[in-house]
């Protein structure tokens, strides 16, 4: 299944999976967790933006942007991923509403805001009308494998086993 920003730990808490990865930070409550990736963060903006050749990108670089975010999420995870407050005390420029990364990658797209993401976003969703550049001054992006606490079956326990093994091949050993 996929879910909506910040919505996998509410469907395992309500039974619509079994196992699910959960970006960070999240409700953990009644779940068991394993961290199994990290990744940097970048910005996304539109193929033309007066950012977009840079190498890398400070929080505070595109300050008056308006910012991708959604309301489905926790506040918290919200804020987390939007780096709120910034370094310098300040909050994110509010920018459009989005419920998924498809309405993510449209609204950036078509220049209505800057959204940060993981950085295999840029991968997976290489388009040429959007450009990734690595935001250089926001803590690393975090993954867990997470199962509701004692409901560990012989099928959870053995995906939880197969993550961990690719987790450690794709990582040279480091999560």
Not at 27 to 34: A, C, I, K, V, Y
Not at 106 to 122: D, I, L, R, Y
């Amino acid at each position: 299944m996929r879910y909506d920003w910040g919505q996998e730990a509410a469907a395992l808490r309500e039974g619509l999976v079994d196992v699910a990865f959960v970006w960070l930070p999240n409700d953990l409550t009644g779940l068991r967790s394993e961290l199994v990736h990290t990744e940097p963060r970048v910005v996304g903006m539109p193929s033309g933006h007066a950012l977009a050749g840079r190498d890398g990108i400070s929080v505070l670089d595109v300050a008056d942007e308006p910012l991708m975010w959604t309301e489905r999420a926790p506040r918290e995870w919200v804020d987390w991923w939007a780096v709120n407050p910034r370094p310098d005390g300040s909050s994110p420029r509010w920018g459009p509403i989005n419920d998924n990364v498809e309405e993510m990658l449209e609204q950036v797209a078509e220049g209505s805001a800057v959204s940060f993401a993981p950085m295999n976003t840029a991968r997976y969703y290489a388009r040429p009308d959007l450009t990734w550049v690595p935001l250089i001054d926001a803590e690393p992006l975090r993954a867990v494998l997470a199962w509701v606490d004692g409901t560990d079956s012989s099928l959870v326990r053995g995906f939880a086993c197969i993550v961990r093994e690719l987790a450690a091949a794709g990582s040279g050993g480091r999560t």
